[in-house]
């Protein structure tokens, strides 16, 4: 395998550098990056340490590393996670990780995710409702990845907060079974694409055709958080199998409508990248409180009933005969 950090991969531009992943020779891993400058979102580094826990640390290639910015893969544990040396050149001062970043971190256990979850928030030093928000996500994709990916190595996640724009930037990757065979427990899918529009549509879950879900699994946590990024105008991508989809930031002057079908949403796909083994997703979650954040969780659950509604009425409906 092989995969190139460039000088910039963030969700607006992430396309190029999903492009670019070689999937082949799964045994090896390949790192190269650009030389002059590294800046990437979390979810790439997420990637990197989901392709190389699985690999023997001697079958994982890392050029020496130009850049002047290759101290932040140490900063975020990338070498750590992978069990190679970091590059000799580094001169690395330590800095206290609260409120700035969480480094790549494998939870493979719900035990692991609440222990998570409880030392994360302190560390971000959130207000109660932004808190409250960044806790649900996480929880939300992690345990997505234990309840359905049947990943032995579990989820990598890692996130990074941006003062300026007060964005905290979130990843997520595992090498597990991947959206489609999950959803083909319950429904019939034939693409990856196919596949990740019913994994985003809230009341469909790969472990039941009852609309809605169960009590357990209600299907909509992936809708859930593509609506908390909508709202805030910002990105979220999901990349599993052959395909991806990217959410788009709506215009300021739009008018806010949570869709419950992912391709009414603003957005871009791909059904020919690569070939991942298992599920990636990005967010970025501007922090600053709005009016339309507030009302958030009531829009939510509107959008959720109506759906399921909809499901159970086009399942229901019998064709007319004249």
Not at 127 to 136: F, L, M, N, S
Not at 211 to 227: D, V
């Amino acid at each position: 395998m092989r995969i190139h950090l460039p000088n910039s991969a963030f969700l607006g531009n992430i396309d190029p550098f999903l492009r670019a992943f070689e999937p082949s020779s799964p045994d090896v891993l390949e790192i190269t990056a650009n030389e002059k400058w590294i800046s990437v979102h979390p979810v790439v580094l997420s990637m990197i340490a989901a392709l190389g826990v699985s690999i023997d640390p001697r079958g994982i290639q890392c050029e020496k590393l130009e850049a002047r910015s290759k101290h932040y893969l140490v900063r975020m544990g990338l070498f750590k996670i992978l069990s190679i040396p970091p590059p000799q050149d580094i001169q690395m001062v330590e800095h206290e990780p609260a409120g700035r970043f969480i480094p790549i971190t494998q939870i493979r256990t719900s035990d692991e995710l609440t222990k998570f979850i409880t030392e994360m928030i302190p560390l971000l030093h959130l207000a109660q409702e932004q808190a409250k928000t960044i806790g649900y996500i996480v929880s939300e994709l992690v345990r997505n990845v234990i309840e359905h990916a049947h990943s032995m190595y579990g989820a990598f996640l890692c996130a990074q907060y941006y003062a300026k724009s007060n964005t905290i930037r979130i990843g997520i990757a595992d090498t597990g079974r991947g959206i489609k065979t999950t959803i083909n427990q319950a429904y019939s899918v034939t693409t990856d694409l196919e596949a990740i529009q019913l994994a985003l549509w809230p009341g469909i879950t790969g472990t039941t055709r009852r609309e809605g879900g169960t009590e357990q699994n209600a299907g909509a946590g992936l809708f859930f958080i593509k609506s908390i990024a909508g709202v805030n105008r910002d990105f979220f991508m999901i990349y599993s199998g052959g395909a991806f989809y990217k959410l788009l930031r709506r215009p300021s002057s739009s008018k806010l409508r949570l869709n419950a079908d992912p391709f009414k949403d603003r957005h871009s796909i791909d059904d020919e990248l690569p070939f991942w083994q298992g599920t990636i997703v990005g967010i970025d979650i501007t922090l600053d409180q709005t009016e339309e954040f507030s009302l958030l969780l009531d829009a939510i659950g509107k959008t959720y009933t109506n759906a399921v509604k909809e499901r159970k009425k086009a399942r229901y409906r019998r064709p007319r005969f004249i």
